[in-house]
């Protein structure tokens, strides 16, 4: 077996195609044995060659299994065409979504988990994590979708069962996750760790060691949480993650994350990009003693006073494009370590109608003396930033404050402890701090990580789990299709993957069944091709059965 690159007219364009070579007597040809698709680029094209190259590995294994062992083929394989069955004689038995198990499936298979599980338990899980990616629900909801939907007959005890089993494999898991994310990367290291935390809410008042009251970034006051930890590529593929009590303050959650994955993954000679709440001196030296080369959002309003005239000042700036605009960027030193603070017209724009909205707000609560009761501004802290305190709980506009947060508009930095890199290059690397933020909401709203609804620390810790590996899995997939189409997001490769059905008939006469595969759209074939998935577009004789069946345990 072996890879062909066929060039195509235009420029850049390769078919990629899975070939070996066949004799007929004296004549020797070519047969393709996998269609890869068309390649626009050297970088699509590279990772075509990459997938054949892959097939080709896996076709070797299974041939050298079906030398030891016969082959049990799964029950939705096809067995033989039947050309000779009659339409008016078939009735439709099951229709089933198949479109994630086959795009999603291997990519899953991809993160060689099956050596920390039984063969049941493996697939249980492989399972789980598609429905979660496919109709995100509780566990009830997911036992009746995989039953009803995709033919996969689960029960909610066997779901739950499952859970109590995961708690211990999650450094094993986020290892295998880690090294598929470096497996994508080819040759090139993690070079750049994005790390943000947020909030995990329960609808619930009860804490224990795990939930507990805290600041919600849900803005959900009264009901118990749980911090969560993550830290990604600029890319958007998953390094780790990790769960702490819901009370922890977000700057004492680096360092323990920093402690926990050097344990398990590769990070020595990562960059760590996060935002100002992780700003804190312990952090920054402990990063120092252990090597680690970081940006982190500075708080330029809590610098000395001597310092922050000068950046308000604004002299010595030097002009730089960056994403097609004008940014004018400065240079300090401070404790050691470079001060970059750069100014941007939309960002003095965003800043400006930010503090004028505010304003508004709590100018309509002034009353005829100018004055507001204290009472009415609780509810919000932004607001005190304008005002002052008077006698009796009462408040008044301070222009003076307004006038020198003016001075504050379009300015952000960085602190970092890069000696060589260019500003510009370290302002880029913090840029993509956006991507960690997205990969928080395709968890908590995509795959609907919260709320959560369970309430014991094992069965939350599986469910966060469960949650990651669709996480996983989505990002995988994602990044592999946007070769092909820069412009689908998880969601909208989730509504192509439904659309991918299958009809299971049943010939009334003989008793046989047969698989009609639905027809596919556009977005759905680009996918399949993407992932190196031929499709059957007529019928073919199958089983009847599901997939596989679970043992009851």
Request: aromatic share 6%; glycine share 4%; with cysteine.
């Amino acid at each position: 077996m072996f890879v062909v690159r066929r060039k195509l007219p235009g420029a850049q364009r390769w078919c990629v195609i899975l070939c070996r070579s066949v004799r007929n007597g004296a004549k020797v040809s070519q047969e393709t044995i996998k269609y890869f698709g068309v390649a626009h680029g050297e970088e699509q094209c590279k990772a075509l060659v990459a997938q054949a190259n892959q097939e080709i590995e896996a076709l070797k294994k299974k041939n050298a299994e079906q030398t030891t062992a016969p082959t049990i083929l799964p029950a939705t394989e096809v067995v033989t065409r039947s050309p000779g069955a009659l339409l008016d004689n078939m009735v439709e038995r099951y229709r089933a979504t198949e479109g994630f198990h086959v795009i999603l499936g291997p990519v899953f298979d991809s993160l060689a988990l099956s050596p920390l599980l039984s063969k049941i338990r493996y697939n249980q899980l492989r399972d789980v994590v598609i429905a979660r990616v496919a109709q995100p629900a509780s566990k009830a909801r997911t036992a009746k979708l995989l039953q009803n939907t995709f033919l996969r007959p689960l029960s909610e005890d066997q779901i739950y069962r499952l859970m109590d089993e995961l708690e211990d494999l999650e450094a094993a898991v986020q290892a295998k996750v880690f090294a598929e994310t470096q497996r994508l990367l080819g040759e090139r290291p993690v070079d750049l760790l994005l790390f943000d935390v947020t909030t995990l809410y329960f609808e619930s008042q009860s804490s224990d060691e795990l939930r507990e009251f805290g600041y919600s970034k849900d803005h959900k006051i009264g009901e118990t949480q749980v911090v969560l930890a993550l830290a990604t590529t600029h890319t958007g593929s998953p390094i780790g993650y990790h769960l702490f009590q819901g009370n922890t303050a977000e700057v004492s959650t680096l360092l323990e994350c920093l402690t926990k994955w050097k344990e398990i993954f590769d990070i020595k000679n990562v960059v760590v990009v996060a935002d100002r709440a992780m700003m804190s001196e312990d952090n920054l030296v402990e990063m120092e003693k252990q090597n680690l080369t970081y940006v982190v959002a500075a708080k330029l309003r809590a610098m000395p006073k001597a310092l922050k005239t000068k950046i308000v000042d604004r002299k010595d700036e030097v002009i730089q494009e960056f994403d097609g605009e004008r940014i004018n960027i400065q240079e300090h030193e401070y404790n050691g370590r470079r001060l970059i603070v750069q100014h941007s017209e939309s960002r003095a724009k965003k800043d400006a109608t930010d503090r004028d909205r505010l304003l508004i707000k709590v100018r309509k609560k002034l009353d005829a003396s100018n004055k507001i009761d204290v009472q009415k501004l609780v509810t919000n802290r932004g607001y005190l930033k304008f005002v002052d305190k008077e006698k009796q709980g009462e408040v008044v506009l301070n222009e003076e404050k307004i006038t020198e947060d003016k001075r504050w508009d379009g300015l952000h930095g960085v602190i970092t402890n890069d000696k060589t890199s260019a500003a510009l290059d370290l302002l880029k690397r913090y840029r993509n701090l956006w991507v960690i933020e997205e990969s928080f909401r395709i968890n908590k709203h995509t795959l609907s990580m919260r709320p959560i609804y369970h309430f014991t620390p094992r069965r939350i810790r599986a469910h966060i789990l469960i949650c990651y590996l669709a996480f996983a899995v989505t990002r995988y997939a994602q990044q592999r299709i946007n070769i092909f189409d820069q412009g689908l997001s998880i969601e909208n490769i989730r509504d192509a993957l439904a659309t991918i059905e299958v009809s299971i008939l049943e010939d009334q006469t003989t008793g046989k069944h047969y698989k009609l595969p639905s027809q596919l759209g556009k977005e759905a074939k680009m996918i399949c091709r993407a992932m190196g998935i031929t499709r059957e577009s007529s019928p073919v004789a199958c089983s009847a059965q599901p997939a596989y069946k679970c043992s009851v345990i």
